[in-house]
């Protein structure tokens, strides 16, 4: 079946432009996690959904990125007024149930370039 | 706060050998542990999840021991291969408050490279 996608795979903003990454996870999985990799870097926690609800977003780095899944299913990551160290890849991943013996999913990515 | 650390950085060996990646973790109350690769500009690809009831878990030429007591986690990749050069990465949950789930704290990876 299909995997977690992602889109756009590549995005280069200018600073201070809006962008919006869009994550389409696993077809009726419930959790729902994005992600931020700088370069050289592991990924680290930016926000979680259970289905719709937000409930976790303490790693989100300042009050320029917000996220949303309204329909408990796609969920989109926008990025306000990008700034050049918003550079990073950005990883969605997604889990069956809520859980801790429900293992994540991780789409591609979208490698964001601010210049 | 979980912390994660992945040592060495880089690794070369030559084709053929039997090999060793380390990872070490602050935060032993986890219930599993996750190994991925990555290969350049990719995404992640899970290789192996070990659950707390385990202490090993193989998948092909690859074994991933898991010794919570000691916060420590090694993945042995036998009789190594070009295609295995990728960056490895060990991922250890951490609870998202009392939500049930848990969020992945990576440690910063393995850059493995495998000499044909």
């Known amino acids: 079946g299909a995997g977690v996608s992602q889109s756009p795979r590549y995005k280069v903003a200018k600073r201070g432009q809006d962008v919006a990454l869009r994550c389409d996870p696993i077809?009726?999985?419930?959790?729902l996690f994005w992600y931020q990799q700088a370069l050289g870097q592991g990924p680290e926690f930016l926000t979680y959904?259970?289905?719709?609800?937000?409930?976790?977003k303490s790693g989100l780095p300042s009050d320029r990125f917000f996220a949303e899944r309204p329909e408990g299913s796609v969920s989109t990551l926008k990025i306000q007024r990008t700034q050049q160290e918003d550079s990073a890849v950005y990883l969605c991943?997604?889990?069956?149930?809520?859980?801790?013996?429900?293992?994540?999913?991780f789409g591609p990515g979208t490698r964001l370039t601010v210049t | 706060k979980q912390e994660v650390t992945q040592i060495p950085a880089a690794l070369s060996v030559p084709e053929g050998e039997n090999l060793v990646l380390n990872c070490s973790f602050t935060?032993?109350?986890?219930?599993?542990l996750q190994w991925f690769r990555q290969d350049p500009g990719k995404g992640l690809t899970s290789l192996l999840l070990?659950?707390?009831?385990?202490r090993e878990q193989t998948s092909g030429r690859l074994n991933a021991s898991l010794d919570k007591s000691s916060g420590r986690s090694t993945l042995y990749i036998a009789a190594s291969q070009p295609g295995d050069s990728a960056t490895y990465l060990c991922?250890?949950?951490?609870?998202?408050?009392?939500?049930?789930?848990?969020?992945?704290?990576f440690g910063t990876g393995t850059r493995l490279t495998i000499i044909p």
């Open positions: 991943a997604s889990s069956l149930d809520v859980g801790r013996a429900y293992e994540q999913y």
């Open positions: 077809s009726g999985h419930v959790s």
């Open positions: 959904f259970q289905n719709e609800a937000q409930l976790d």
């Open positions: 935060d032993s109350a986890i219930y599993n």
């Open positions: 070990i659950q707390s009831s385990q």
């Open positions: 991922a250890a949950p951490q609870r998202i408050s009392n939500f049930g789930n848990e969020k992945l704290t």
